[in-house]
């Protein structure tokens, strides 16, 4: 009888170049500035109505990266 077993990581890289501080593409909405590339990523990373990353953690162990003129060496 033999047994084994898997495990698998869920890997999230991040770019936190200088373009994700950019403004985004599209049109601004009722007079306020469109926001940055990176504010919608924070945005749907957060929301709880989404819950990404809830769902990511409920079954899986998550690394984070980040990149941006080079990968990260450590995970936070």
Do not use: C, H, I
Not at 16 to 28: F, H, T, Y
């Amino acid at each position: 009888w033999e047994v084994t077993e898997r495990r698998s990581r869920v890997v999230v890289v991040l770019d936190v170049s200088a373009s994700v501080a950019q403004r985004a593409d599209d049109p601004a909405s009722a007079g306020s500035a469109p926001k940055t590339r990176l504010d919608k990523v924070l945005d749907f990373l957060t929301d709880e109505q989404v819950g990404f990353m809830k769902k990511l953690l409920d079954k899986n162990p998550v690394q984070v990266y980040r990149f941006g003129t080079r990968l990260d060496d450590e995970a936070q």
